[in-house]
């Protein structure tokens, strides 16, 4: 069991540009979600997903866009990238239930410029 | 919204050393979770708690959820060097809905010069 992956790893956008990060666990979860992390802050939830097909956001969602593709796969989009967003992006899995006991990919390091 | 005190922040350990660490918030929990972050890594998931009153280990580790709901303590006994990192308190707030985790802002274990 690979657990929660994420892709890219690493990332360098220009002000303006998008892209899409890539989230997948083979747990068979029904509860994902995406977190980012900045210095000092803590985790912070940007978007969440109880089960396939239904999305919510978080606690900072400006900015970003996300799609339940299936039960496996939670992608996170950023349409028009800004140096606010540069961050540490972390995807995280839990069974069904009330968010507890959320496992976590590798995350995804993302720099604005 | 609800938050959770880390504390502390820092501390530096010496192999051998008992470490202690602790969550608190002005608000109840239905669950308080501790995980682990390494340098680059994602955070793991130590001990989970959903009693009030609950003492649960693992190996090294002890971790309880407070009689009144509103804190949570982290023991490490014996300290080796792999035990450096940030560790994270999360608690679930009573009522939140799905993927409502509050996250600590860390303390940071480091190896005593």
């Known amino acids: 069991n690979a657990g929660v992956t994420q892709t890219p790893k690493f990332q360098v956008l220009k002000t303006g540009q998008s892209m899409t990060l890539q989230c997948a666990q083979d747990m068979n979860h029904n509860s994902m979600y995406w977190y980012r992390q900045d210095p000092g802050m803590g985790l912070r939830l940007i978007y969440y997903?109880?089960?396939?097909?239904?999305?919510d956001k978080g606690e900072v969602p400006n900015g970003y866009n996300v799609s339940r593709l299936n039960k496996r796969e939670f992608s996170l989009r950023l349409e028009s990238a800004a140096p606010s967003q540069t961050s540490v992006y972390f995807c995280?899995?839990?069974?069904?239930?009330?968010?507890?006991?959320?496992?976590f990919g590798p995350g995804t390091r993302l720099t604005v410029t | 919204g609800q938050q959770l005190n880390q504390s502390p922040q820092s501390m530096f350990i010496q192999e051998g050393e008992d470490v202690s660490m602790n969550c608190t918030s002005s608000?109840?929990?239905?669950?308080w979770l501790w995980y682990k972050q390494d340098p680059g890594e994602g955070p793991v998931l130590l001990i989970a708690?959903?009693?009030?009153?609950e003492l649960t280990s693992n190996g090294r580790l002890t971790a309880q959820f407070g009689i009144t709901r509103k804190d949570s303590f982290l023991n490490i006994s014996a300290s080796i060097p792999s035990d450096v990192g940030i560790y994270f308190c999360a608690g679930q707030p009573p009522g939140g809905s799905q993927g409502n985790l509050i996250f600590g802002k860390g303390t940071k274990l480091s190896v005593k010069p």
């Open positions: 708690l959903y009693k009030a009153g």
């Open positions: 608000s109840i929990f239905n669950t």
């Open positions: 995280a899995s839990s069974e069904a239930g009330r968010g507890r006991e959320q496992y």
């Open positions: 997903s109880a089960s396939e097909g239904t999305t």
